[in-house]
């Protein structure tokens, strides 16, 4: 584990306790790509290259079809500070124009789970760990839904399919299926 995912899980749990009330933690990790001022412009500048390469531009999904390797590595472990070794994706699909499915699996080290500890302790939150990992993975994934939006110049959003969690050998195992579609 990193110094910048201590210093991440602090900063989040410092502007949101983690709570997806009012959309706190949301916005917190929206702010927290913006302030990535070298990666998050060359990120957005290589979403609108592979937009402009789509040529209906009905097809919202073939976006992050056609994509979806390059932009969720990006996004979680460049933007943020999850592990590249740590994470898969699997069976990409746009049952629809407008519509994507993913299946990530991301396992939390033992040090992230206890940096995460130490900011709940930090703010005296009664969240369990295993619920703040899980639902800070699923919230950075949904932020990238407002920098989705601003590319196609239309409302998208992801949403949560399911999640679950299990404790393994090497740390803790978040499964999980997340949607994205156009409002």
Known sequence: M???FQKFVRRVAENSEFKAFKNLLLHSLEEEARNKYVQYPAFQAELKGFWEKISNKGELAKLLLNNYETIYRTWLTKIFPYRNNALAMS???APTAVDFKLNFVYICSREEMGAMEAAKKAKNLEDDIQSIARRLFFFIVSAMGHLIALTVERPFSFQLATMNGEEKE????IKTIISGREQ
Not at 170 to 173: L, R, T, V
Request: net charge negative.
């Open 2 to 4: 990193s110094i910048r």
């Open 170 to 173: 090497g740390g803790y195992e």
């Open 91 to 93: 069976e990409p699909a």
